[in-house]
C-alpha cells in the first residue's frame, strides 16, 4: 500500500510538470474557448500518459520478480 502511495504521488508530480511544461512553452494564450479547451485536452492528454507510464515504470522496478523454477 505504501509504495502505491510513493508511486501515485511521484506520478502525479511528474503529470503536473508535463502539464505545466505544454501549457507554458507549447500551448499559447487562447484567445477563444475553444482554443483554451483544446490546450487544456492536450496538455491533459500529455500529463495524464506521462504520470501513467511513469507509474508503470515504478511499479515494474520495485515489484518482486515472479520467476517460478
Same mark, same amino acid.
Not at 491533459?44 to 507510464?53: A, H, P, T
Given at each position: 500500500?505504501?509504495? $502505491? ?6 506520478? *502525479?508530480?511528474?503529470?503536473? %510538470?508535463?502539464?505545466? %511544461?505544454? +501549457? ?9 474557448? %475553444?482554443? +483554451?479547451?483544446?490546450? +487544456? *485536452?492536450?496538455? !491533459? ?5 506521462? !504520470? *501513467?507510464?511513469? !507509474? %508503470? ?5 520495485? $515489484? ?6
Amino acid at each position: 500500500m505504501k509504495s $502505491a502511495v510513493i508511486t501515485g504521488i511521484v506520478s *502525479g508530480i511528474m503529470g503536473l %510538470l508535463v502539464s505545466f %511544461l505544454v +501549457n507554458w512553452l507549447l500551448v499559447p494564450i487562447p484567445e477563444t474557448v %475553444l482554443a +483554451n479547451a483544446l490546450g +487544456n *485536452g492536450i496538455s !491533459g492528454l500529455m500529463s495524464g500518459f506521462m !504520470g *501513467g507510464f511513469i !507509474g %508503470l515504470i515504478m511499479y515494474l522496478k520495485k $515489484a518482486p520478480d515472479k520467476k517460478t523454477s
